[in-house]
Structures are given as C-alpha cells and as structure tokens.
C-alpha cells in the first residue's frame, strides 16, 4: 500500500516569491493535514481538509493557504515567502475528521528561503 | 493553555540498557494520546495510540502507557536500529485544532 506522497521533496525560493507544495494522500484516506516542522518550534498544525473543505485552522498568517480536491489530494500554498517560512513541510493524511484516526506523514517538502 | 512536554531532550543508551521516555501533558478533553518515531530527513512514522488512562500498547521492544498526566514510552533491550527522535501529540476535544507535538527526544542507542 503506498504511502503519503509530497512533492517535491526539496525547493529553494527567495523572499517575495509564492510556492505551492503537493501531497496524494494513501488510497481510502480523505482527510488531509499540514504541518511545519521547524528546529525551534517543533511540529505545528496548518490546516486540515476533509471532503474539499477547511476544517480546522492552525496560528498562521493568511499567506499560508490550501486546498483538496475531488480525489483527496491537497496542495499548500504560502505567498509573499519570508525567510521565517524556510521549514520541512509535512502532509499527513487519516481515514476520517473528528474520529482521531492515526495520522500517517508523508516524507515532507524540505523548503529553503534566500 | 493545552500543551506537552517531553523529556529528556536527549538519550544515549548502551544496546540492551532499557529505559523510558516522558510525555506530560495538560489538555482539557484528552481525544488520543499518539506516539511518532522520526528518522532524519523522513517524516514522522506512526507508532501508537492511547485513549485512556490505563491503555497499554506493545510493538516489539516498544510499550507506551497513559495516565491522566503522563505517557511513558518504553523500550526494553534497545537495539542501534532503535536510535531516532520519538515524538508525542495529543488531539484534543472542543477546538479541534489538529495535533499539538512536543519537541520529541533524540535517542542514540550505541552498540
């Protein structure tokens, strides 16, 4: 059984910039979240889409956007890049919303601002 | 303010030298208490899930357990293999607001 796909694996942007990151959840699983994982603070919550729509929203400011598609998958976009946004983004899908199902990550988007 | 806690930050063990990670936490309306394993430049791999006070979980060298406070998770006669960053997160009831993860601990097993 495949796992969480992210792709792609490693980007280099520079401050201003846009970049939208893409995650294919595992076959069955329709509900997806998005993390930042960062030496400092560790893993955060983004947001999470279930069935097309946003159903939970972490602290983040609105250049961080997504959206999730009729198949599941879900693409992460951040705009206006700053060098604060330079991070190892995580994709994690489950079988449902609100039943606490196992997340299951994929291997991450590695990020990288100039 | 729901948060966790994990320690140590760090661990190094002789292969075969059992010990126990901490996961404190303080969360109003506990819906899971979940633990990861994360090898460098991967994401994080799904170990466990505990529920309630009391649960007890076992994989291999690996058992975790859940108080009202606290999950511990243990490994009996660790191996090298075993070296990665063990990170804990809770789901809470009410806000909904995904995973809240602690800052993991490091753990070395030396042969």
């Known amino acids: 059984k495949a796992g969480v796909t992210q792709t792609p694996r490693y980007l280099i942007k520079t401050r201003g910039q846009q970049v939208t990151l893409s995650c294919s959840p595992i076959s069955g699983h329709r509900s997806v979240s998005w993390y930042q994982q960062t030496p400092g603070q560790g893993l955060q919550f983004l947001f999470e889409?279930?069935?097309?729509?946003?159903?939970n929203k972490g602290n983040f400011p609105g250049r961080f956007s997504g959206r999730q598609f009729s198949n599941s998958r879900s693409e992460m976009n951040v705009s206006t890049l700053e060098l604060g946004d330079s991070a190892l983004y995580l994709c994690?899908?489950?079988?449902?919303?609100?039943?606490?199902?196992?997340?299951?990550f994929g291997d991450g988007t590695r990020l990288s601002i100039l | 303010e729901d948060q966790v806690t994990q320690s140590p930050e760090a661990l190094r063990l002789q292969e075969g030298e059992s010990s126990s990670l901490n996961c404190s936490y303080t969360?109003?309306?506990?819906?899971?208490l979940f633990w990861y394993r994360q090898d460098p430049g991967k994401g994080p791999e799904f170990l466990f899930t505990l529920y309630s006070a009391g649960e007890e979980k076992e994989k291999e060298r690996l058992k975790a357990t859940l108080t009202k406070k606290e999950s511990f998770l243990h490994i009996t006669a660790p191996k090298p293999e075993d070296s990665a960053t063990y990170l804990c997160a809770f789901a809470a009831g009410g806000g909904a607001d995904g995973l809240t993860f602690g800052k993991g601990t490091h753990l070395i097993i030396q042969p």
């Open positions: 889409y279930f069935s097309e729509t946003q159903r």
């Open positions: 994690a899908s489950s079988r449902g919303t609100g039943d606490w199902q196992p997340q299951h």
């Open positions: 969360v109003s309306g506990l819906r899971g």
